[in-house]
T-cell receptor
Framework: DAGVTQSPTHLIKTRGQHVTLRCSPISGHKSVSWYQQVLGQGPQFIFQYYEKEERGRGNFPDRFSARQFPNYSSELNVNALLLGDSALYLC???????????????FGPGTRLTVT | GNSVTQMEGPVTLSEEAFLTINCTYTATGYPSLFWYVQYPGEGLQLLLKATKADDKGSNKGFEATYRKETTSFHLEKGSVQVSDSAVYFCALTTNTGNQFYFGTGTSLTVIP
């Protein structure tokens, strides 16, 4: 079975632009989470969706938004890009909803965003 | 709150040496603990996990024991290989939360 897939792999944007990142979860997984990983740091939580509903939001500005589609794929949107948004954006999927025993996340390869 | 603290890196070891990477945590609610590994240019791979106190997670020769009394989940391997070179992240999630909390990562380089 395919793992979590993300697209694009890399992209370069200019300050002020917006970007859309895409994620397809493992087949059968209904939960998708997004994380930002700045170079040299651990991933920081941005959003969590389960069954198309937002279940959690991290400490990120309103420029960041996301949604989950009926097929459980997800998009992360970032508006008015800043230099500080340059990072690896990771998507993770899980079978169980958060808080359930055995909850674990499987990560995709990430999208490397560079803002110039 | 919830947080994970990992030992500072980078760590450089010779092949077949013993590895320990320290991880301690603070958590509200009841945590499950994880180790993830990230190879250069890739996403995170789940290495092992433990969901209750005194559980030992193990995989590919790595192991870690969930110690509630010391709030620790140290990663160990008896004999490292060059292919183990990567960044290792300790993480937790709780039964009341909706996210994973990660440490800052520990870079391991194994030299032949």
């Amino acid at each position: 079975d395919a793992g979590v897939t993300q697209s694009p792999t890399h992209l370069i944007k200019t300050r002020g632009q917006h970007v859309t990142l895409r994620c397809s979860p493992i087949s059968g997984h209904k939960s998708v989470s997004w994380y930002q990983q700045v170079l040299g740091q651990g991933p920081q939580f941005i959003f969590q969706y389960y069954e198309k509903e937002e279940r959690g939001r991290g400490n990120f500005p309103d420029r960041f938004s996301a949604r989950q589609f009926p097929n459980y794929s997800s998009e992360l949107n970032v508006n008015a890009l800043l230099l500080g948004d340059s990072a690896l954006y990771l998507c993770a999927s899980s079978f169980n909803p958060p808080g359930v025993a055995g909850y674990e996340q499987y990560f995709g390869p990430g999208t490397r965003l560079t803002v110039t | 709150g919830n947080s994970v603290t990992q030992m500072e890196g980078p760590v450089t070891l010779s092949e077949e040496a013993f590895l320990t990477i320290n991880c301690t945590y603070t958590a509200t609610g009841y945590p499950s603990l994880f180790w993830y590994v990230q190879y250069p240019g890739e996403g995170l791979q789940l290495l092992l996990k433990a969901t209750k106190a005194d559980d030992k997670g193990s995989n590919k020769g790595f192991e870690a024991t969930y110690r509630k009394e010391t709030t620790s989940f140290h990663l160990e391997k008896g004999s490292v290989q060059v292919s183990d070179s990567a960044v290792y992240f300790c993480a937790l999630t709780t039964n009341t939360g909706n996210q994973f909390y990660f440490g800052t990562g520990t870079s391991l380089t194994v030299i032949p």
